[in-house]
């Protein structure tokens, strides 16, 4: 509950209302991420450090299956 009201507080910081979008949606990409006790931080990095596979398999980038998606892809092909 926390959560929801600081951001509606800061909520009323917002310029425009693209600026209010995209702000939520990154709360609920945080907010998510803990639900799934996964690290929003770690999680956001990644999803900005893969982004032509994000774009093309955006499902397999969601916060509770990502980490199986990068050690596939990481993951050295076998000989």
Do not use: Q
């Not at 982004?51 to 509770?64: D, I, K, N, R």
């Not at 299956?65 to 990068?70: G, I, K």
């Amino acid at each position: 509950m926390k959560k929801a009201i600081l951001n509606r507080k800061n909520a009323l910081f917002y310029k425009t209302m693209n600026g209010a979008r995209v702000g939520d949606l990154f709360m609920s990409l945080i907010h998510t991420c803990e639900l799934n006790k996964v690290n929003p931080f770690d999680y956001l990095t990644e999803l900005l450090r893969h982004p032509a596979e994000l774009t093309v398999h955006s499902a397999e980038w969601m916060p509770w299956n990502y980490r199986s998606t990068l050690e596939r892809i990481t993951r050295p092909a076998a000989a």
